[in-house]
């Protein structure tokens, strides 16, 4: 079976939550790509971390079908919230925040992805309930 | 809705027992047209790959739906997923690729098990031998563009280059290379199988300050005050922006929603996406909202694009915060137009065509913000 890299890195992310130093190193040995190219594509694209994670991974839209609808206001309301900025993890280790570009959500804006599920139509009571459900 | 049709993939044995020149035909007959928002014939592209010598091509079915405002491609692969797969599995057909590959991106991760299962069953009942690989994007925008799509799925930072070589000659793996559209692949087997096919009925996706969004299909040329109608705001509609790399315009009811009538306007109508845009928002602050997507989103390989966009947020949230004079309108507006000219991709080219559409048509805007 052919290996694709960008498969293989997801891969990785969702078995250890993010691409460590180690896990590159060894995707290194097994697939004998330099650790130059195996990090210059880990860090293009925005879903992959090579920093630890919490365990629910927030991203929330603000592009314009979502700020137009109020998402700042629900990004201020996070950032509040669980006292990070975008990009960080809280100290718990139960929150990461990301702001991120259009998840095609906007028919249902403002919305967000936690873990890779959407969860549209937001509002502050509604994020509310959904940490009530988040253990 | 034509899209939501089905043709239980018989459009695929239809294909099969014609063979490739005719199908093509058919597919030029029908006035297939790509739905990725370029409008390139589908007959033509795929003819081009057919032609190029040798045994291995390719196939690959483009559903990094990134451009804001558009989820026409989400909406196929939750409701007629199969359409797609049966469309993607003729292209193969017709070139002989042994590997086809679908080009998801990683937001859309939860329809996963939805085409898993359609491509279980569409291959099942054709019995094609063709291979389906699924690529999960990781969040790069730059990724719809042709040769980095290419370049990701190749295991390498989703960076486009020059072209030529255009995908058709020098694709994937430096193969010939069909890329189409998931709304395009959609359609093919609707085009192949139905007598009374309509190639102009194209999905509009709705969005913004209206009380229904969603994806509508109407005609192509539709007015845009039909399609408000269906969106119901709740306020006045003071501006339209067709995605962000369509720019925007001054809400008119009459205007029809076609390439024609839109792009003699400086905007890029793309895969009919409508933002809508209302009295309650300041167009300054929505332009320094899609600055930040572009510099977030600019893949970092051409000088103008990565500075360009850097320095086009920082005036915009300049003139947001109503620090700037008029004179960084001018600069504004400068840089804009050299990121147009010189940037190396097409998205980078497009990045300020919000700025110089928002500063034609609401320049009173902009100057109300300067000192």
Known sequence: MDVYLINELRKI??????????????????????????????????????????????????????????????????????????????????????????IGCCDEAPAMLINGKPYTKLTKEKLESIFKKLK | MQILKKTNQKAYFIAKGLGAEKILLILKAKGLLGRGGANFPVWQKWQMVLNEPGDEKYIVCNADEGEPGTFKDKFILKNNAELVIEGLLIGAEIIKAKKAFIYLRGEYEYLIPKINKAIKLVKNKTKSKTEIEIIVGQGAYICGEETAIMHSIEGKRGQPTQKPPYPNEKGLFGKPTILNNVGTLAEVPLAIYYKDYNPNLRLHCLSGNVTKPGVYELPLGTKLKDLMKLGQPKNKIKAVYFGCFGGCMRYNPEMKISPEDICGKDCILGACTVIAVDENQSIVDVATNIAKFYEFESCGKCTPCREGTMRILALMENISLGNATRKDLKTLKELAEVIKETSFCGLGQSATNHILTALKYFKKEFEAKCK
Not at chain 1, 19 to 40: C, D, F, H, M, W
Not at chain 1, 63 to 90: M, Q
Request: hydrophobic share 30%; glycine share 8%.
């Open chain 1, 13 to 102: 992310q969702k078995k250890e939550g993010y691409i460590s130093e180690k896990a590159i190193r060894e995707l290194n040995k097994k697939t004998g790509i330099p650790l130059s190219v195996l990090y210059g594509v880990a860090t293009f694209y925005a879903k992959l971390n090579t920093q630890k994670q919490g365990k629910y991974v927030i991203e929330i839209c603000n592009s314009p079908s979502c700020y137009v609808n109020g998402s700042l206001n629900l990004i201020k309301y996070l950032t509040k919230r669980l006292g990070i900025k975008s990009g960080d993890t809280s100290k718990n280790k139960k929150f990461s925040l990301h702001i991120c570009s259009c």
